[in-house]
C-alpha cells in the first residue's frame, strides 16, 4: 500500500512571511493548494527574491475565535463567560508563538496553551486569543512581562 503526502499529513502546511524591507505581512496560500491559473503552490518563488524576510509557521491550530495560529503571534488568556471566573488579557500576560527545538514542537515563551479535553485551565484553547504579533505589535511584549 503506497500512501501519499496528503494521507499522512493531518494539516495544511501554510505560511506567512514579515518583509523587514517593507515592513509588511505576507499571507501565502497553502502548499499544494490550486492557485487561479490552474498550478499547485510553491513556495520556490518567494525564497532568493529577498533574503530580509522572515518564514511564520501556521501551527496547525485555531484560537478562540478560529484565527489560525502562526509563529511570531503574540496570544493572550481572557474570558468573558459567567460559568468560570472572570479574568482579563492583562491578567496572566501574554506569550509568545515560538518553536521549541528541544520539545520539537511550538510553544509559548511565558506560558503555553493547553488543548487537553478535560483541561479547566485559564490557558484551554476555549479562553486563548491571538492578539498580534511580534513585527507589527511589539509594544505589546513591553507593556506586560
Known amino acids: ?3 501519499s503526502l496528503k494521507t499522512i499529513m ?6 506567512k512571511i514579515w518583509v523587514y524591507d517593507f515592513n509588511h505581512m505576507v499571507p501565502l496560500p497553502p502548499v499544494g493548494e490550486e492557485e ?5 503552490t510553491s513556495y520556490a518563488s518567494y525564497t532568493g527574491k529577498n533574503t530580509n524576510m522572515e518564514w511564520l509557521q501556521n501551527i496547525g491550530i485555531k484560537d478562540k475565535n478560529g484565527k ?8 493572550a488568556t481572557s474570558n468573558d463567560c459567567n460559568d468560570y471566573d472572570i479574568w482579563t488579557k492583562e491578567d496572566y500576560g501574554y506569550t509568545v508563538v515560538e518553536w521549541n527545538s528541544e ?9 503555553s496553551w493547553d488543548m487537553s479535553e478535560d483541561c479547566e485551565s485559564v490557558y484551554d484553547m476555549k479562553f486563548v486569543e491571538v492578539i498580534g504579533n511580534i513585527y507589527e505589535n511589539s509594544e505589546l511584549m513591553k507593556k506586560k512581562d
Open 1 to 3: 500500500m503506497i500512501l
Open 10 to 15: 493531518k494539516r495544511i502546511i501554510q505560511f
Open 36 to 40: 487561479g491559473d490552474g498550478h499547485k
Open 68 to 75: 489560525d495560529i502562526y509563529e511570531g503571534d503574540i496570544l
Open 103 to 111: 520539545a520539537t514542537e511550538f510553544m509559548g515563551s511565558k506560558w
